[in-house]
């Protein structure tokens, strides 16, 4: 089975903090992607990468950045937080031959 | 700009009933469109995708519709049980690209199955 592992759950932090969210695959995937979740607004690309240190932004970049230092592991970061990235943050992992997304459960962040 | 806009934002169906919920895009380049369900706490998991050279797929109770002309495309659930409540997702991608740009989402759907 295919693991897509986000390191929190639940992440609760004060404005302007910078803010470390971490994501581990363990199927050798070449992409994977950052989502935030919003009720009625569905899921909305932030970022991607699609190899080691290359990154490419997705529909909502601002505000957030993003590392892939080795194959397996995507970190999204918040450079200083703000309460409207207070959110559900979604990490996916690719598998480009099956064509199909495997997510982890999420990080409920919110910015205080 | 909404590429892939879902419908209906909430469905309450009956035990039995057929769940229906409908999804359209706009960008011609796409050519591959899965469906997405989420049960509350998970992430949301594969459910069952079509490609524009079919126009129908089915996988046991769940069938997808595919108009290409119209640039619409539809999740049917026959027989909806309780066990099918959660969101749904459509979105769509670019399969000759291998997806790897990642997929565009509808907005979503709370479907609740009364029992």
């Known amino acids: 089975d295919v693991k897509v592992t986000q390191s929190s759950r639940y992440l609760v932090k004060r404005t302007g903090e910078k803010v470390f969210l971490e994501c581990v695959q363990d199927?050798?995937?070449?992409?994977m992607f950052w989502y935030r979740q919003d009720p009625g607004l569905g899921l909305r690309l932030i970022y991607f990468s699609y190899d080691v240190k290359m990154k490419e932004k997705g529909d909502i970049p601002e505000g957030y950045s993003v590392s892939r230092e080795k194959k397996e592991r995507f970190s999204l970061i918040l450079e200083s937080a703000s309460t409207n990235q207070t959110s559900m943050y979604l990490c996916?992992?690719?598998?480009?031959?099956?064509?199909?997304?495997?997510f982890g459960q999420g990080t409920r962040l919110t910015v205080v | 700009q909404q590429q892939v806009k879902q419908s209906p934002q909430s469905l309450i169906v009956q035990k039995g009933g057929i769940s229906i919920i409908n999804c359209a895009y706009e960008?011609?380049?796409?050519?591959?469109f899965p469906w997405y369900q989420q049960f509350p706490g998970k992430g949301p998991a594969l459910l069952i995708a079509i490609r524009p050279d079919v126009s129908e797929k089915k996988e046991g109770r769940f069938t997808i519709s595919f108009n290409k002309s119209a640039k619409q495309f539809s999740l049917h659930i026959m027989d909806s049980q309780p066990g099918d409540s959660a969101t749904y997702f459509c979105?769509?991608?670019?399969?000759?690209?291998?997806?790897?740009?990642?997929?565009?989402f509808g907005k979503g759907t709370h479907l609740i199955i009364q029992p």
């Open positions: 979105a769509a991608t670019k399969y000759s690209g291998g997806g790897a740009d990642g997929l565009t």
């Open positions: 199927m050798d995937h070449e992409n």
């Open positions: 960008n011609t380049a796409f050519d591959y």
């Open positions: 996916a992992s690719w598998d480009s031959l099956n064509t199909e997304a495997f």
